[in-house]
């Protein structure tokens, strides 16, 4: 069983910016599709960012621009950098993964976090 465990969100007001922080025992794996996602209340969960074992990434139009996401596999985290925080920002925030060799378009990750929470106020 895989283990994901996200930390870094918190409080913040528009324009700043927040670093968040997933461990996972997914970078054991050779082969991997490491992925953001958000879910405010009441919404579906929103894909935000994939990055691959070797390092590809890709974004969703809503971050490209603000958000980056990063991989420390030596130290077993994904990070995920935002910078112009927005109070739509505000979401609950996941890390998840999957045992694939791309990302590609695929949103069916099958590994997940518990979250952490991003409030941003105007």
């Known amino acids: 069983q895989e283990t994901l465990a996200e930390s870094g969100g918190g409080s913040v007001q528009s324009g700043g910016s927040l670093r968040l922080s997933c461990v996972s025992s997914m970078f054991k794996s050779s082969r991997y599709c490491m992925a953001w996602y958000r879910q405010a209340p009441g919404q579906k969960p929103e894909w935000l960012t994939s990055i691959t074992s070797t390092g590809t990434t890709t974004y969703a139009d809503s971050v490209k621009g603000r958000f980056t996401t990063s991989q420390d596999a030596g130290k077993g985290t994904l990070y995920l950098q935002m910078d112009r925080l927005e109070p739509e920002d505000t979401a609950m925030y996941y890390c998840?993964?999957?045992?694939?060799?791309?990302?590609?378009?695929?949103?069916?990750?099958?590994?997940w976090g518990r979250g952490t929470q991003v409030t941003v106020s105007s």
């Open positions: 998840a993964g999957g045992i694939w060799d791309a990302c590609g378009s695929r949103r069916d990750h099958g590994y």
